[in-house]
């Protein structure tokens, strides 16, 4: 379980995280939604150690992590996965799965001299590893093409794919839906459940298509102004008014997140409720000193 008690991140003058306080619990899918700048990113990096928070704490399992760098929580379990994957592009697809444990024998030249059967044992391990994970993947297929020459979709399926190398616990997923095409969707999004249901991860992932939210996610926990908003079940947030409001507040450039958020919010409703938001933004960038 991951807890976020009162946490902040700021930049200068601007709270990007002010004061978020939220669980995942263990064996979930939670989902972190929110409008363009509602901090989700800032709090995801604080959490998974590429950001070291302002203040507050982030616990794992009763154990203080705050501020553990990336390779810290990854022994631990913690992994976060990119928005845009970063693969190695001159690589095969199986090859960049076979890069991700660490610790190999053969990682330095003494090793690869003197230890030659041991190495090839650890090879042989891992590519059979590696096979298993895109055969779960359902794309054994490219297993031989240059990472650099798969779609983005594939790219988003690797990225899952590094992170079955390892043990991970939880695994933070950055718009993993983003720019993938609806069937690319739905094998992710079958990977993604399975790893749930049949190996215990636990995922939180930020994702603005509220489809893909609903096919996963609960709970889902919404972001606004850097802090949290709301916490509840996928239909039961779509139905929060004060949710539907701070979307419109901010002008949300995601299309599908606005129509499955906003369709039955009423005009009136959505011009008065714009204009409170976009006022308590200009204060809260007006009237902050760190
Ligand atoms: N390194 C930084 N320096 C200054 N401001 C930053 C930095 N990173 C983020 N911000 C600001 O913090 C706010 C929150 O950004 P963040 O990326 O966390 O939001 P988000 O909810 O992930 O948005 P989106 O859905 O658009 O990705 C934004 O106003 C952003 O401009």
């Known amino acids: 379980m991951i807890e976020v008690r009162d946490l902040h991140m700021h930049f200068g003058?601007?709270?990007?995280?002010?004061g978020a306080s939220l669980t995942i619990a263990e064996g979930s899918i939670t989902g972190l939604i929110g409008p363009n700048g509602a901090g989700k990113t800032s709090l995801f990096n604080c959490i998974a150690g590429v950001l070291?928070?302002?203040?507050?704490?982030?616990?794992?399992?009763?154990?203080?992590?705050?501020g553990l760098k990336p390779h810290e929580l990854f022994h631990k379990g913690i992994l976060r996965t990119f928005q845009i994957a970063h693969e190695f592009s001159t690589m095969t697809v199986r090859e960049n799965l076979m890069m991700v444990p660490a610790n190999q024998t053969g990682e330095t030249l003494w090793n690869a001299w003197f230890k030659r059967k041991t190495i090839a044992a650890e090879e042989a391990a891992l590519r059979q590893k590696a096979d298993e994970v895109l055969e779960f993947l359902t794309i054994s297929h490219i297993a031989d093409e240059k990472a650099g020459n798969i779609s983005g979709g594939q790219k988003k399926l690797l990225e899952l794919g590094r992170t079955m190398m390892v043990d991970a616990k939880i695994v933070f997923l950055d718009e993993v839906g983003a720019g993938v095409n609806r069937t690319l969707l739905y094998t992710i999004a079958d990977a993604i459940k399975r790893l749930n249901v049949e190996r215990?991860?636990?995922?939180?992932?930020?994702?603005h298509d509220m489809e893909f939210i609903k096919m996963?996610?609960?709970?889902?926990?919404?972001?606004?102004?850097?802090?949290?908003?709301?916490?509840?079940?996928?239909?039961?947030?779509?139905?929060?008014?004060?949710?539907i409001e701070a979307y419109l507040g901010t002008g949300i450039k995601n299309k599908e997140a606005t129509?499955?958020?906003?369709?039955?919010?009423k005009?009136?409703?959505?011009?008065?409720?714009?204009?409170?938001?976009?006022?308590?933004?200009?204060?809260?960038?007006?009237?902050?000193?760190?």
Not at 229 to 234: K, L, Q
Not at 275 to 287: D, E, R
């Open 13 to 18: 003058g601007f709270r990007a995280v002010d």
């Open 267 to 290: 005009p009136a409703a959505k011009k008065t409720a714009k204009k409170a938001a976009v006022k308590k933004t200009a204060a809260k960038k007006t009237g902050d000193a760190t």
């Open 216 to 243: 996963l996610c609960d709970p889902v926990i919404v972001m606004a102004e850097g802090k949290v908003m709301a916490t509840g079940s996928a239909e039961g947030i779509m139905q929060n008014e004060e949710v």
């Open 200 to 207: 215990g991860y636990t995922f939180c992932m930020i994702e």
């Open 259 to 265: 129509e499955g958020l906003t369709k039955d919010a």
């Open 52 to 66: 070291t928070p302002t203040s507050g704490h982030v616990l794992f399992n009763g154990e203080d992590i705050t």
